[in-house]
Each structure stands twice: as structure tokens, then as C-alpha cells.
């Protein structure tokens, strides 16, 4: 059975991008009679922005993304990522790095003789096993292989933080998502959280990567970087523009309300279309 999800941080309001994001996972549940849950990534307290908590799953529910259950929270789940955490321990897969960043190698990779070493206070990272060839099919852009991958990435930070790489593949294992539907600006993330996958002896979910939105000089539109909130007041038209953007076919003018134009897109949707424009 199908099961697909949206994954939001909560670190602004909802953009045109993720809109797209959420749209395209919501449809491509939707479309395989599949559930679609929506779960916002609350693990970076740094960087929350408190009132998204409440404005991301408004905004869905405006553009008439209901999602299935209740709204999952990613930092309710600390025990599972700390029993995953010293799964991998015991399996010898992580080791503590007491580097910094300055002596950090290319990629941010720990290139020292951290893993020999036994003590000290560090970053917990997991190092991939040279049997490891990352790369699958993507739903969307077809066979992939990583144009780089560093030896050894962040599972846990120095701060203490679960790091977004560990959360997500563990959660998206953990709560049996089938089908991951995100922007291409998460495939580098892919391959690392697929490398967790299997250091853990669990098999990934399929993934596909949408086109990226990006602003009129190229560049990625991110809430951190202050992109424009989605105008909340006119959501038949940005769902509109969406399936436009993701090469859908559009819902004729008689589809008036945000069902209307739900119904039709669910029932027309055709991810392989998404990178034929
Ligand atoms: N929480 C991540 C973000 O907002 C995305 C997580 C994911 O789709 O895996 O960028």
C-alpha cells in the first residue's frame, strides 16, 4: 500500500516551492490510493520560526491538502533516533569525530584518525563501507549515482542535535513511507539517507525529485532566504500555477474551487510527465 508524505521545516511560511513540493506528493498519494501524511522536521530549534508551526499546516489545508492521521512532529521521535543511533553503534558503523572545522576535509568529511580512537566529545558521524555503491531510479529524473560522496557524514551533532540526515531516513523508514516525493534540491540528501538505510540492513522507500522553483536570477527559492510566502487568499490560482509548473494538465475553467481542481489534477496526474516540458 502506498504511503507518501510531506515533510516540511518549520523555519517559515509555506513558498510557491514547497507548494509544488507538497502538491506533487499530495497528488501522487493521492492518485495511487495511497495515504499522504504531513510531517513538519522540528529538530533544529535554531532555526524554527514558531508561528510556521501553525501558518504550514494552515496553508495546506487553504489549498485543501488534508493530510491522513494526526500531524506528525519530528522531534517527538528523539528515543527512535537514538535506539537507531546505537543500532548502528553496535553494529560498528559510527564513530565519534573530535575535529573541527577547520581540520574537517573536502565535503566536510572527517579525514583524521577519529574512528581509531575510542573517547573525547564530537560530532557522531556514520563512515559508508566501501562495498556501498550508492545509486537508484529515480521516480522522476531515471538512474542516478552521486556526482560526490564524502566517506563519512553527521549523524549527530556536536550540539547534541540529531542531525537532518539520521532523522529523516530513520523516520521515513520508521513510519513505512513507500514513495518520497521532494524537490531535486534533496538528491545529494538521497543518497546519504539511502546509506543509512543500508547500514541498518532496511530497505528504502522509491524516491522522485521535482524540478527545482527557482526566483528570476536562478536561484532556489528557500524560506530561510526569505522567499515570498504563498498568498493564502488566492489558492485555486496558485494550484493552478503548480500543476503548471509541474507540467500537469490544467483543470478547464469550469474547475472552480479548490476540490474541483484537486479532483481533476488527482485524476490526471502523471509524474513522468514532470520533466517533459
Ligand atoms: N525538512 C526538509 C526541508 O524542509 C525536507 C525533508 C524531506 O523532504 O526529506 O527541507
Redesign the pocket.
Known amino acids: 500500500m502506498y504511503k507518501g ?5 518549520p ?1 517559515g511560511p509555506l513558498h510557491f516551492g ?1 507548494l509544488v ?1 507538497a502538491l506533487a506528493s499530495f497528488l501522487d498519494a493521492r492518485y495511487n490510493q495511497g495515504t499522504w501524511q504531513v510531517r513538519l ?1 522540528d529538530i533544529d530549534p535554531p532555526r524554527h520560526d514558531r508561528s510556521s508551526f501553525q501558518t504550514i499546516p494552515d496553508c495546506l489545508e487553504q489549498h485543501g491538502l488534508f493530510w491522513d492521521n494526526d500531524l506528525l512532529l519530528q522531534s517527538r521521535r528523539k528515543e527512535t533516533h537514538e535506539f537507531y543511533i546505537s543500532k548502528l553503534r553496535r553494529a560498528g558503523r559510527i564513530f565519534t569525530c573530535t575535529c573541527t572545522r577547520t581540520t574537517l576535509g573536502p565535503l566536510g568529511q572527517c579525514q583524521s584518525d577519529c574512528p581509531e580512537k575510542r573517547h573525547g566529545q564530537g560530532s557522531i558521524r556514520l563512515h559508508l563501507s566501501d562495498a556501498t555503491e550508492p545509486g537508484f531510479t529515480d521516480l522522476v529524473l531515471g538512474p542516478q549515482i552521486p556526482t560526490v560522496m564524502p566517506k563519512n557524514f553527521v549523524m549527530k551533532r556536536r550540539d547534541g542535535l540529531i542531525a ?1 540526515q539520521l532523522a ?1 531516513a530513520v523516520d ?1 523508514i520508521d513510519e513505512g513511507y513507500t514513495h ?1 516525493i ?2 531535486s ?2 538528491l545529494d ?1 538521497t543518497f546519504r ?1 539511502m546509506a543509512i538505510h543500508e547500514a541498518l540492513g532496511k530497505l528504502s522507500p522509491r524516491y522522485g525529485h521535482l524540478p527545482l522553483v527557482t526566483d528570476s536570477l536562478g536561484n532556489k527559492l528557500s ?1 530561510q532566504a526569505g522567499a515570498q510566502a504563498v498568498d493564502e487568499t488566492r489558492p485555486v490560482a496558485n494550484l493552478r500555477l503548480a500543476l503548471d509548473f509541474l507540467n500537469q494538465t490544467s483543470p478547464p475553467s469550469a474547475a472552480k474551487s479548490v476540490g474541483d481542481v484537486l479532483n481533476f489534477a488527482t485524476e490526471h496526474w502523471r509524474l513522468n510527465q514532470l520533466n517533459q516540458g
Open positions: 508524505r510531506f515533510a516540511p521545516s523555519t514547497s513540493a522536521d537532518y529523516t521515513d518520497i521532494r524537490g534540491d534533496l540528501s539517507q524560506k
